[in-house]
């Protein structure tokens, strides 16, 4: 069995550094996260662990566990 995952983002971004920004503006930098590439060469923040959830960042942003 496959257990192969694909994350999709609600929103992409044209540089990491625009994923950063985008993070902080929204005040979850100090958040466990990491910048995805998607298939068309945009980036995506993605958030890690039940801290994350706790703070409602599966409003704005992917969010694994």
Not at 12 to 18: L, M, P, Q, S
Not at 40 to 63: K, L, S, T, Y
């Amino acid at each position: 069995m496959n257990r192969e995952f694909t994350i999709t983002a609600p929103k992409t971004y044209a540089t990491a550094d625009n994923a950063r920004k985008a993070v902080a503006k929204k005040g979850f930098e100090g958040l466990r996260h990491f910048i995805m590439t998607s298939e068309d060469g945009r980036f995506f923040p993605v958030f890690v662990g039940e801290v994350a959830m706790q703070n409602g960042i599966h409003f704005h942003f992917n969010v694994v566990g």
